[in-house]
């Protein structure tokens, strides 16, 4: 079963924008990821927080978790019509990753 | 490094036939794992494997094989293709260890059966 739930499941912005995506989980993580993909190709890793962090940021990514209300965000700022994509948010318990069904994102010039 | 590769990128096969894809990996990492994505849906996980010589089993592992013979490659077999397996499937690789939790994917093969 899918551990993490994204939403919204699409999300259109102008460019310049921020974007902001949530996922939930049902479980206990060692640390959730982001991963970023772009219409027929494969994911790429955007940025990993550990259970014990509560906040990261990565160039124009932010990233919150909060382990009591197991809930993450991800904040794109200043978005460019390059992040037009699908994210993704996988939670590790080890060696399985587990996906939710994704936030795809959309940004018009 | 060429990374993780997959072959074919794409294939169509009739319902019942059998066919092996391919999964490569040039980074000497010695986790590999195979995923399945089907619209709407994200990744699920079919097999994964820790090491040569180990394999287990993920989330959806029915109706696929999986062998570890060497650290570089990591094959998916369909032993009797069905149209329920109609997917994108995804090759990843990790190094093991705690710290280093990044998969690294390849270009995805598109399977469709008829």
């Known amino acids: 079963s899918q551990q993490g739930e994204e939403d919204p499941q699409a999300l259109s912005i102008q460019e310049g924008e921020n974007a902001t995506m949530n996922c939930s989980y049902k479980?206990?993580?060692?640390?959730l990821q982001w991963y970023r993909q772009n219409s027929g190709r494969g994911l790429v890793h955007l940025i990993l927080?550990?259970?014990?962090?509560r906040e990261k940021h990565s160039g124009r990514l932010r990233v919150t978790l909060d382990t009591s209300k197991k809930s993450s965000s991800l904040l794109i700022t200043a978005s460019r019509a390059a992040d037009t994509a699908s994210y993704f948010c996988?939670?590790?318990?080890?060696?399985?990753?587990?996906f939710g069904a994704g936030t795809t994102v959309t940004v018009r010039a | 490094n060429a990374g993780v590769t997959q072959t074919p990128k794409f294939q169509v096969l009739k319902t019942g036939q059998s066919m092996t894809l391919q999964c490569a990996q040039d980074?000497?990492?010695?986790?590999m794992s195979w995923y399945r994505q089907d619209p709407g849906m994200g990744l699920r996980l079919i097999h994964y494997?820790?090491?040569?010589?180990?394999?287990d089993q993920g989330e959806v592992p029915n109706g696929y094989n999986v062998s570890r013979s060497t650290t570089e490659d990591f094959p998916l077999r369909l032993l009797s293709a069905a149209p329920s397996q109609t997917s994108v499937y995804f090759c990843?690789?990790?190094?093991?260890?705690?710290?280093?939790?990044?998969?690294?994917f390849g270009p995805g093969t598109r399977l469709t059966v008829l």
């Open positions: 996988a939670t590790d318990a080890g060696y399985k990753l587990s």
């Open positions: 927080i550990r259970s014990n962090e």
């Open positions: 990843a690789s990790k190094e093991r260890g705690s710290s280093y939790n990044e998969q690294f």
């Open positions: 479980t206990s993580i060692n640390n």
């Open positions: 980074m000497n990492h010695e986790y």
């Open positions: 494997s820790v090491g040569a010589g180990i394999t």
